[in-house]
Nanobody, 116 residues
C-alpha cells in the first residue's frame, strides 16, 4: 500500500498550489480520502475530505472557500487545490485513506510553505 503526495512547495501569500496524492495497493474507490496538515508545534488537523460513494466533500472552516478537494478513481488519485494561500496555511500536508471498516493509510507528507 502506498500514498504518495506531490505538489508542495514555496508560494507567496495569495498564491496557489495543487497537491496530488497517488494511491496504490488497495481498492481506492472504496475509501474516503482526506487531507490533513500539521504545522510545527501544532496538532494534525483535518483540512478536507471526500466520500467514496457520493463524493461528498467537507472542509475545515479555516480553508472553506479557498481549498477544493477532488478525486479521480480511474487514476487512483486525490487532489487538493489550494488558492489564496495565507501564512497560516504553511504546514506538512498529508494524504489519508480511510475505509468504513476502520482500515486507514497515510502518505509521507508534502511541505507547503507560504512566505513572502
Amino acid at each position: 500500500v502506498q500514498l504518495v503526495e506531490f505538489g508542495g512547495g514555496l508560494v507567496q501569500p495569495g498564491g496557489s498550489l495543487r497537491l496530488s496524492c497517488a494511491a496504490s495497493g488497495f481498492v481506492f474507490s472504496t475509501f474516503a480520502m482526506r487531507w490533513f496538515r500539521q504545522a510545527p508545534g501544532k496538532e494534525r488537523e483535518l483540512v478536507a475530505s471526500i466520500g467514496s460513494v457520493d463524493g461528498d466533500t467537507l472542509y475545515s472552516d479555516s480553508v472553506k472557500g479557498r481549498f477544493t478537494i477532488s478525486r479521480d478513481d480511474a487514476k487512483n488519485a486525490v487532489y487538493l487545490q489550494l488558492n489564496n494561500l495565507k501564512f497560516e496555511d504553511s504546514a506538512v500536508y498529508y494524504c489519508n485513506a480511510i475505509h468504513f471498516s476502520g482500515t486507514e493509510y497515510w502518505g509521507q507528507g508534502t511541505q507547503v510553505t507560504v512566505s513572502s
